[in-house]
């Protein structure tokens, strides 16, 4: 079946919970990047080994500065260790040189990431991403919803105020003094005192902020790690200011794009950042890819020079 259709960033997205590869696409570099390993013996300002997402903008910031870039990865994918592989390159990586079983259908209508994680859909990520002008070239999809697990039972995170109403996770009187602390974040501004209310969140802790609202045990939980997303308990004795902050993304996040959680996935996996970063930025870079670097000279002069000499 088809992939599916996929809206641009700036535009409200539908929430799903399906990521399919586009089997037309192909992990090799556009055209005008590849060039033949003749091209090792011309000279360059910069060597880039890796293309992960941070040596990808490296190189982008480094040929927009005006240097002749070189980039090169031993793979013959892009993305480093937080690549999206299609099913041959995840049999090859894991399996060798075994071909994967036919009945598994085409290997491009796979896209499997090797450290799969959620966006905050008003991340400092993706802020930097419309920022920068790169969205055009990529594709999101919202994640349909949030889940926590709590007294046995799996629970969806209310998204909207009907799911809180009727959300078994706390009780009626329960959810009218979890209002009243919700409208308190949701109104705090770092910046404006009267928001405040008199309270001093750089030295007030979390379990001391939330005491303020009468809330039960449970409710904090839920609101150190379903909302707030901290691993562990720890933020309960520390100034209240940092849970507040990351409540406030959650639901920046959450209203966005009006989906059912707040996070959102590129529709063709993570690897997709990477090339973005480095494709939509410059064209005139040289980009090899399947080369191992076998040897460097380094040589010191006015400037630190690298310079490859087998490959």
């Known amino acids: 079946s088809p992939p599916p259709t996929a809206a641009p960033l700036s535009t409200p997205l539908l929430p799903t919970a399906v990521l399919r590869a586009d089997p037309s696409r192909s992990p090799e570099p556009p055209r005008q990047a590849r060039r033949e390993v003749a091209a090792m ?34 793979n013959d994918y892009y993305g480093g260790d937080s690549t999206s592989l299609n099913l041959n390159q995840l049999w090859k990586k894991f399996r060798g040189e075994d071909k994967p079983p036919a009945h598994l259908g085409s290997s491009k209508d796979y896209n499997v990431d090797m450290v799969p994680k959620f966006m905050m859909a008003n991340g400092t990520l993706v802020r930097t991403l419309i920022h920068t002008n790169v969205t055009k070239y990529l594709s999101f999809k919202a994640v349909d919803g949030s889940f926590v697990f709590s007294k046995g039972k799996i629970h969806k995170v ?5 799911e809180a109403l009727k959300s078994p996770l706390m009780g009626l009187f329960e959810k009218r003094r979890a209002r009243n602390f919700f409208i308190y974040v949701q109104n705090y501004d770092e910046a404006d005192p009267k928001t405040h209310q008199g309270l001093d969140l750089t030295t007030l802790t979390t379990k001391e902020l939330i005491a303020k609202y009468g809330l039960v045990d449970d409710t904090v939980d839920f609101i150190g790690h379903a909302l707030a997303l901290h691993r562990d308990d720890r933020h309960l004795n520390e100034p209240a200011l940092d849970t507040v902050k990351r409540m406030k993304l959650y639901s920046e996040s959450l209203a966005r794009f009006q989906g059912g959680s707040p996070y959102i996935y590129p529709l063709y996996g993570l690897g997709e950042l990477p090339q973005v970063s ?33 490959v």
């Open 41 to 74: 013996d011309e000279e360059y300002d910069v060597i880039v080994l890796g293309t992960g997402l941070k040596e990808c903008i490296l190189s982008g910031l480094l040929s927009v500065d005006g240097l002749k870039v070189l980039h090169m990865d031993r």
């Open 158 to 162: 209310p998204a909207t105020d009907m």
């Open 278 to 310: 480095v494709f939509s930025v410059c064209y005139t870079f040289i980009v090899i890819l399947h080369v191992h670097v076998t040897k460097m000279l380094i040589c010191y002069n006015a400037f630190l020079c690298y310079r490859v000499l087998h």
